[in-house]
């Protein structure tokens, strides 16, 4: 990058400054992990959209790493935003640095931060983009968990009666008025997720409506549009595009956050989406956009990933089974939405060498109710 273009950058390009991060500690944005060096006050240059800011504390005795917190962010042109570490805590603290005179003090002094600050990396900005260009501020919004931070590990707590050893040992004395003997499973305190900790996804709808009939119930099972249909009105009524927002939110929180929950969020919008067949020529440009999507996703996917997840004949290569022969099958559906369907098909064979001609297993196969 020549310097002219690095100082336009660095002048309308937004800012992190992430202050008191311990060296050693692992961090990153959007697509690039790094190690803290004892400089390290922040990111310079960073462009103006949704990116995704994470950290794991390191125990540099022993070299354990701790799970991966973090958070999204729209940063706006020529924004700064400050963040500081809570060593106790080991990370982020909560207060927010809004005060405009802070704000202002800090922009004054950005010169001499200069040197202490890292550029964004712009040779992936281009990967990013692809994986991220559906997330909106209300996408954001409506998912980001209520604590602000996507957290790796699941955040449990025990309940009140069951927080102390003490507090057991009652409960199982109190219990052995039902039975004879309690198990040590049940001596164990019971677990929840703390409130507020958790990402907000969409919950799937039932596939068919109450009080459908089993000929209807076979015909919903065969087809998902109505489950489809069902969380897009109650959820992305405004804008169906927003559903790949949450698409492409789950994919990246598992992908870069590794929070498992999240592939399992995706593994349902996906299946969701192949299996719907009238919704295809319903919603043509949502499914151009989910075909494009799809296409980058795999490409991110570690190689020994797909060995145990998204190997032969298994979810992903079932699914996709599914939506090709529902876009050549299904009625109405654009010519283009087709071609573009071919293409894709062709890519992933030639790719992963995927065949997508097999017949599936009987397993696999939608539920059918018996009508006695």
């Known amino acids: 990058m020549d310097q002219k273009t690095a100082q336009t950058l660095f002048e309308e390009g937004a800012t992190l400054i992430f202050l008191n991060v311990p060296e050693g500690t692992e961090f990153g944005i959007d697509y690039n992990t790094w190690t803290v060096g004892e ?4 990111v310079k ?12 504390a390191v125990n540099i005795r022993d070299n354990q790493t701790a799970p991966r917190t973090g958070f999204f962010h729209n940063f706006k042109r020529k924004e700064i ?12 603290a909560e207060e927010r640095y809004t005060d405009p005179d802070e704000i202002a ?12 600050l890292g550029p964004y990396p712009y040779d992936s900005l281009k990967k990013w983009v692809s994986l991220s260009n559906h997330l909106t501020e209300s996408v954001l919004e409506r998912l980001m968990p209520e604590c602000g ?73 065969m087809d998902s549009s109505y489950a489809l249909q069902s969380l897009l009105d109650s959820s992305y009524k405004d804008n169906p595009k927003d559903l790949l ?30 299996t719907s067949e009238d919704a295809i020529h319903n919603h043509p440009e949502v499914y151009s956009l989910f075909i494009t999507i799809l296409h980058f996703q795999l490409r991110e996917i570690p190689s020994d990933f797909f060995v145990d997840i998204v190997s032969s004949d298994n979810f992903l290569t079932s699914n996709l089974r599914l939506f090709f022969d529902n876009l050549k099958e299904s009625q109405g559906v654009q010519v283009g939405l087709k071609e ?23 397993e696999d196969d939608p539920m059918v109710v018996e009508v006695s």
């Open 149 to 221: 931070k996507i957290l790796s590990a699941t955040q449990l707590e025990s309940d009140d009666a069951t927080r102390t050893t003490e507090d057991r040992a009652k409960l199982a004395e109190a219990r052995k008025s039902e039975q004879e003997t309690s198990t040590a499973e049940q001596q164990l305190p019971r677990m929840h997720v703390i409130s507020g900790t958790a990402i907000r996804f969409s919950a799937i709808p039932q596939n068919y409506p109450q009080g459908a009939s089993p000929s209807e119930i076979t015909k919903h099972s």
């Open 340 to 362: 573009k369907g071919l293409k894709f098909k062709r890519s992933l064979t030639r790719h992963f060498k995927w065949n997508f001609n097999v017949v599936h297993n009987d």
């Open 245 to 274: 927002g949450e698409l492409q939110f789950a994919f990246v929180c598992f992908l870069i956050g590794q929070v498992y929950d999240s592939f399992e969020q995706w593994k349902k919008l996906v299946h969701l989406l192949c």
């Open 39 to 42: 400089r390290f006050k922040g």
């Open 45 to 56: 240059m960073i462009p103006p959209g949704v990116h995704f800011v994470y950290f794991s």
């Open 81 to 92: 935003l400050v963040k500081r570490w809570n060593k106790k805590d080991e990370d982020i």
């Open 105 to 116: 003090r800090y922009r004054d002094t950005l010169r001499d931060l200069d040197r202490f």
